[in-house]
């Protein structure tokens, strides 16, 4: 037998098993092009417009299946954007790991699919911006002299209150499909951004109805220890007692590690805890307060529990 014959007659195997080899590659790519859809995608908002504080650069996540479908989702803000998603980006080369949060959960069927909105914190301006103004307002003139120390200039957490509400909020809604309803709008941050969160949540009942106050710095100054006569918290129960309301459907997450920073602020959850249950808020349903032995107060610990305050914030 000829060279060329025994190539011609070899020919038809090599093409099957080529084609064998392209539909194995075939199959092969498929999931890897669908699992790189189900991780959602980001929309990046440099600037986003604002006339009550310096715009900050916000990104949005949307979950898997939003573009292929025409569902609503539910819409968690959460301050420190930049520490959520992008190691890169991040203050410490820590995340939160948010989105990968989500998405476990939705796969074990604990909460539906939600749009996450994380926002950029102003660098220096951070303490100042997440700081609960009516807090000061009703504080006395010499812890208002420890805020202002801390503060190194004027508070605006205000305005950052009116930028959520009035603008981001508003162009979120018109530019995805979410449900704007309280029940189905989170707000979420850790220590200053733990108060910010609170205060947006006592603040706008109507606008947040979940809010995740982790590792809070309920101290407010840094001035952590709870000494005798100290005024915080009597500050903290009349606030509270004047503009928490009933749960009403809510839900507050709150929770604290006991190392590095966070140690300073059982004593004061203790008596928050307190407050809120005084006010008819039951634990478990309308709030939730634990304590994580050995967690640290940084990016790490907060992603280690996130599905815990998700899940239950969210479910």
Known sequence: MSEASTLRNWAPAFAGEAVLVALLLLALLIPLRANAQDAGRFVTIDAAPSV??????????LPPGYDAGNRRYGVVYMHDGQNLFDRKRSSFDKVWAADKSVLRLVAAGKIAPVIIVGVDEPGQARYRQYFPQA???????????????????????????????????????????????????????????GLMSCYAFIERPKVF???????????????????????????????????????????????HGDKTLDAAYPPFQALIDQDVAALGWQKGRDFESRAYPGAEHEENAWAARLDEIFGWLLK
């Open 52 to 61: 009550n504080i310096t715009p900050p650069r916000v990104t949005i996540w």
């Open 135 to 193: 807090l000061y307002a009703a504080a006395s003139p010499k812890l208002r002299a420890e805020i202002e120390q801390s503060a190194k200039g004027p508070l605006t957490g205000d305005a950052y209150l009116r930028f959520l509400t009035d603008e981001l909020k508003p162009m979120i809604d018109r530019s995805y499909r979410t449900r704007s309803d309280a029940a189905h709008t989170a707000v979420v941050g850790s220590s200053m951004g």
């Open 209 to 255: 109805g979940r809010a995740g106050c982790v590792s809070t710095h309920w101290p407010l100054t840094f001035g952590l220890m709870l000494m005798p006569g100290d005024e915080r918290p009597a500050l903290w129960k009349a606030y509270l007692t004047q503009h928490l309301g009933k749960p009403n459907g809510r839900r507050l997450w709150m929770d």
